[in-house]
């Protein structure tokens, strides 16, 4: 007995020095303080999108939607989009990708034909700009250079309220 209980605590001591070790391996495998503020972006943000989705944008700034048939949130989103953008007017481009290609089929989104300019778009486009999700929202400005990639709409607002320089209160 004398000797089990040294042995025990020796056993302990080592099993705890090694998972010292991992745990500071672990540590040393983290971003540094100074890379901790780094926000990723989506590669095609900066890069130009002209000719490729939209052959012109008329405005300074202009918001592109890119749906697909089988997207079951685009169409909501359009709506939203077009509520959102009473105050702002910005010109709305929708690229609709028919992943289904049914011969002859009506697009779901001809309702919104009168309020939105609406554009196909071919899967290879969309594999080439690395846009794997649907709706895809892009702020572009005059010479189709991709300002700001999101999901949500609201995001998009409030980045061309600061380029504007003002601020814009987001539910």
Not at 2 to 11: E, G, Q, R
Not at 54 to 80: G, K, M, P, Q, W
Not at 93 to 112: L, W
Not at 143 to 166: C, D, M, P, Q, T
Request: glycine share 4%; with cysteine; charged share 25%.
């Amino acid at each position: 007995m004398a000797i089990l209980l040294p042995t025990v605590w020796l056993t302990l001591l080592f099993v705890l020095y090694i998972y010292q070790k991992q745990f500071n391996k672990e540590l040393e495998l983290l971003p540094a303080e100074e890379q901790i503020g780094i926000i990723m972006t989506h590669p095609m943000v900066g890069e130009s999108i002209q000719h490729k989705l939209v052959d012109t944008f008329d405005a300074s700034h202009s918001i592109v939607l890119i749906a697909s048939e089988r997207c079951n949130y685009c169409a909501s989103e359009i709506e939203e989009l077009l509520i959102e953008n009473k105050t702002t007017q910005l010109p709305i481009i929708v690229g609709v990708v028919d992943d289904e290609k049914e011969a002859g089929a009506k697009s779901k989104y001809k309702q919104y034909e009168e309020a939105v300019t609406l554009t196909e778009i071919e899967e290879e486009t969309l594999v080439e700009l690395n846009i794997h999700q649907y709706p895809t929202l892009l702020l572009v400005d005059d010479k189709g250079i991709v300002l700001e990639e999101s999901g949500w709409n609201r995001a998009l607002f409030l980045h061309y309220e600061k380029l504007k320089g003002g601020e814009r209160y987001v539910e």
